[in-house]
C-alpha cells in the first residue's frame, strides 16, 4: 500500500467530505498538524466537527478553520487562548461540547481501542455530567462517557520510516499517539521520513498499521505566548 504522498493537498485527495468529523492533534500549537489544517482550509469542506484539545490561535491552527467557518462544532477542553472562538460561540454560531482534559483523552483513547463507552468519576455532579448516565460503584457515583471515533484523524509526528511506524518528539507526543489510532483515516505530517528499518522497534510510538497516508512537511512551529525575564540591572 503506497502511503508516501508529496504534501498535504495530495495526501487529502478523496478523504474530505462536508459535515465530517476530524481529530486534529496537538495541545496549544505545539505539535499541531499545520499542514493538514492549512490543506483543509484550502480544500473548502464545511460542516466539520472537530475533536481537538484547543482551536489553536487566532488566525493560525484550527484558528485558521474558525475565521473561514469551515467548523460547526468543537469536541474540547480548552478554549482560552482564541478570541474568535470565544466570539462565535457566545453569539450561537458554533456549537460546543467541553470535556475534562483527562476524560478527552480517555474517551479519544477508548475510541481507538474499540471501547464504546467507559464510567469516570471526574465531572459527576456538574454540568458535564447533564444528561448522561451516573451509576454507582462501591459506594461513588460515576459518570459514563463514550469513545470518540472521527472520520479522520490529522496527526503530526517527528520521524516516519516509509511503512508508517512514527515516533514522536517529547511534548509534541500530546494527543497524537492516541488520535492516530482512532481515525477511520489517519493522515500524517512528518519532519523526517527515514528508510524502513531505520526506526529502532523499541522506540516507535506508534505503529504504522494505524497509518494511512503521510508525507514530509514544512513546519512554522510558533509560539503560543513568549514569555522571557526580564534582564538583571548589572
Known sequence: MRKIFDNAAAALEGVTFDGMTVMSGG??????????????KASGVKGLTVISNNAGVDGFGLGQLLETRQIAKMISSYVGENKE??????????QLEFNPQGTLA???????????AFFTATGVGTLVAEGKEVRNFDGRDYVMETGLVADLA????????????????KTARNFNPMMATAGKMTIVEVEEIVPAGSLDPDNIHTPGVYVDRLFKGTFEKRIEQRTVRQREAV
Do not use: H, M, S, T
Not at 85 to 94: H, N, S
Open 85 to 94: 472562538f470565544e466570539r462565535q460561540y457566545l453569539a450561537g454560531e458554533l
Open 27 to 40: 495541545f496549544g500549537l505545539c505539535g499541531i498538524p499545520e499542514n493538514l489544517i492549512a490543506g483543509l
Open 106 to 116: 480517555e474517551r479519544i483513547r477508548a475510541g481507538g481501542a474499540g471501547i464504546p
Open 154 to 169: 490529522i496527526v503530526k509526528a517527528w520521524k516516519a520510516d516509509e511503512r508508517g511506524n512514527l515516533v514522536f518528539r
